[in-house]
């Protein structure tokens, strides 16, 4: 089978290359991928700047999506012919993040999915939502997963309630279709006029360009009545932290995902105080998370937002799309035809 891999860190180092087709023991699963998605940290784990000291080579890519070839002895949970996703950590079936659980994540800490057949353990998946194409369902493992987390579990966005969703990339469109799902309004943000247009046809309720409004904080308390927003999906990092604190109301949700900008001003405390803010750091999810959301995405018959398809071969130039910081949505690799 061939798979790409990270011999040294760079996009132009990548090289694809043929290693035997593995096979599943005992407790294990067998799957013919067909797509994979990328993720902003594939990127930074390609260019070595997530993990400096990564065991190299490593197979990149921890979201895909495949159908199950084969299983290993004592396998209960699958049979060949079904849809299948990976878990992004491989260990977090279920409950609260422990150090244990977060190891194993896809793509880091072990191999990831950018091959054309991968041997995952058979609680290391879950079923893929039947609507969906290839495509569509790889987008799901670590942008959808994290996005859900951020709209249902952290911010428990209902009905009426406001979220400010910063940009057009992966997580940003998945929580923007996940708070209209439960009846929010939401703002957001973006470098591009271009891009907040298509992001109205996803029933954004109202954007603003934050290169012409840098204070976009001001624009969000404008737009809430002084109050601030329920919860902001926090992609940006410690370069945008500070207007998301000005822009979340009193006792409302920071979800912080991103680490996409930096800043040399401190940290400041004091709003996080007197707002009394909840600042909840949301790193993916478990099984458990990945089930229930895909629950919800089969009944309202979501579809991911994939902005562009590539072939296998061109992988590498998925990885520079992704720099260019350019798409909107989900970039995706089509691994087989």
């Known amino acids: 089978m061939e798979v790409w891999q990270i011999p040294s860190f760079g996009i132009d180092n990548l090289e694809i290359v043929e290693r035997p087709t593995p096979q599943p023991a005992s407790g294990q699963v067998l799957v013919k991928v067909h797509a994979a998605s990328l993720n902003y940290r594939d990127l930074l784990m390609v260019l070595g700047r997530y993990n400096p000291k990564l065991a190299l080579p490593r197979i990149p890519c921890s979201d895909g999506a495949g159908e199950v070839i084969a299983v290993g002895a004592g396998v209960t949970r699958w049979k060949p012919g079904q849809r299948v996703a990976g878990i992004f950590m491989q260990n977090w079936i279920e409950g609260a993040p422990t150090a244990a659980k977060q190891r194993a994540a896809l793509g880091g800490d072990i191999d990831g999915i950018a091959a054309q057949y991968v041997v995952l353990s058979e609680n290391g998946l879950v079923e893929i939502p039947g609507h969906l194409s290839w495509e569509e369902a790889a987008t799901l493992p670590c942008a959808a997963v994290t996005a859900w987390n951020a709209v249902v579990r952290a911010g428990r966005i209902k009905a009426g309630d406001t979220v400010v969703i910063q940009g057009t990339g992966g997580v940003s469109i998945f929580a923007l279709q996940f708070a209209k799902l439960a009846g929010a309004r939401v703002l957001g943000t973006s470098s591009s006029d271009e891009k907040l247009r298509r992001a109205y046809s996803f029933d954004l309720d109202s954007g603003v360009n934050y290169k012409s409004n840098p204070d976009w904080a001001a624009w969000v308390l404008e737009h809430t009545g002084g109050a601030g927003a329920d919860l902001v999906v926090e992609v940006g990092g ?100």
Do not use: C, W
């Open 238 to 337: 410690a370069g945008t932290l500070a207007q998301s604190l000005k822009a979340v109301r009193v006792g409302g949700v920071i979800a912080q995902i991103g680490i996409l900008s930096q800043t040399n001003d401190p940290l400041v405390i004091g709003p996080i105080l007197h707002k009394q803010v909840h600042l909840e750091g949301i790193y993916v999810g478990s099984r458990v998370d990945f089930e229930e959301m895909n629950k919800a995405i089969a009944i309202n018959s979501l579809r991911p937002v994939v902005n562009e398809v590539f072939a296998f071969r061109h992988f590498k130039n998925a990885l520079k799309a992704m720099e260019s910081a350019s798409h909107f949505g989900k970039l995706v690799i089509r691994i087989t035809e």
